[in-house]
Nanobody, 118 residues
Framework: QVQLVESGGGLVQAGGSLRLSCAVS????????MGWFRQAPGKEREFVAA????????SYADSVKGRFTISRDNARNTVYLQMNSLKPEDTAVYYC???????????WGQGTQVTVSS
């Protein structure tokens, strides 16, 4: 099992930036995919971005392409989500998740709130 702890959320004005962090612990991560998801009030949880731990290959939801960047620091066992040009519609609780490549995400963090004011 993998333990995930998110941090870095907060309140920011539209057009601003935030960087979320996800501290990862519990086991070796080779073969894992790390993802960021978000859930806005009254909406279903949606995929935001993912990165393969070993290769660094990334993928993004269309709604955040060009604005968000996911990365991982192997030495610090941390995954980041750099969010630029934030919009009010980015307001949500953001969750970090982990899973083996090709399998559903199994482990989830507690979430961190991101609020973007207009």
């Amino acid at each position: 099992q993998v333990q995930l702890v998110e941090s870095g959320g907060g309140l920011v004005q539209a057009g601003g930036s935030l960087r979320l962090s996800c501290a990862v612990s519990g086991r070796t991560f080779s073969g894992y995919v790390m993802g960021w998801f978000r859930q806005a009030p009254g909406k279903e949880r949606e995929f935001v971005a993912a990165v393969r731990w070993s290769s660094g290959i990334t993928s993004y939801a269309d709604s955040v392409k060009g604005r968000f960047t996911i990365s991982r620091d192997n030495a610090r066992n941390t995954v980041y989500l750099q969010m630029n040009s934030l919009k009010p519609e980015d307001t949500a609780v953001y969750y970090c998740a982990a899973g083996l490549s090709g399998s559903p995400y199994e482990d989830w963090g507690q979430g961190t709130q991101v609020t973007v004011s207009s």
